[in-house]
């Protein structure tokens, strides 16, 4: 069984910043893509960005040049530094990971979300 547990969220100012974290544990194999996504209050989940375990990054249009992603291969573990924050970034945020477990099984596992609230 593979666990991501995330870490890091909470309320902000506006134009403030904060840095989110997941870190996955369990039988664990390998680890290809890890990234983060979103769900706004009253909208669905949206992609937000990923990284490759060679760390190559994309990004959603609307975080590029305000959010990073990066990982720590050795640890399992990808990172999410939010700059700049908007209220529009108010949102429910999940990590998430492509797993192939010790018996070489694939698995697209979720973390449970952690709260990231930007006051005005």
């Known amino acids: 069984q593979v666990q991501l547990v995330e870490s890091g969220g909470g309320l902000v100012q506006a134009g403030g910043s904060l840095r989110l974290s997941c870190a996955a544990s369990?039988?664990?194999?390998?680890?290809?893509?890890m990234g983060w996504y979103r769900q706004p209050p009253g909208k669905q989940r949206e992609y937000v960005a990923t990284i490759t375990s060679g760390g190559t990054a994309n990004y959603r249009d609307s975080v590029k040049d305000r959010f990073t992603v990066s990982r720590d291969n050795a640890k399992n573990t990808v990172y999410l530094q939010m700059s700049s924050l908007k209220p529009e970034d108010t949102a429910v945020y999940y990590c998430?990971?492509?797993?192939?477990?010790?018996?070489?099984?694939?698995?697209?596992?979720w973390g449970q979300g952690t709260q990231v609230t930007v006051s005005s």
């Open positions: 998430n990971a492509d797993v192939v477990n010790t018996a070489r099984a694939y698995f697209v596992v």
């Open positions: 369990g039988s664990i194999f390998s680890i290809n893509t």
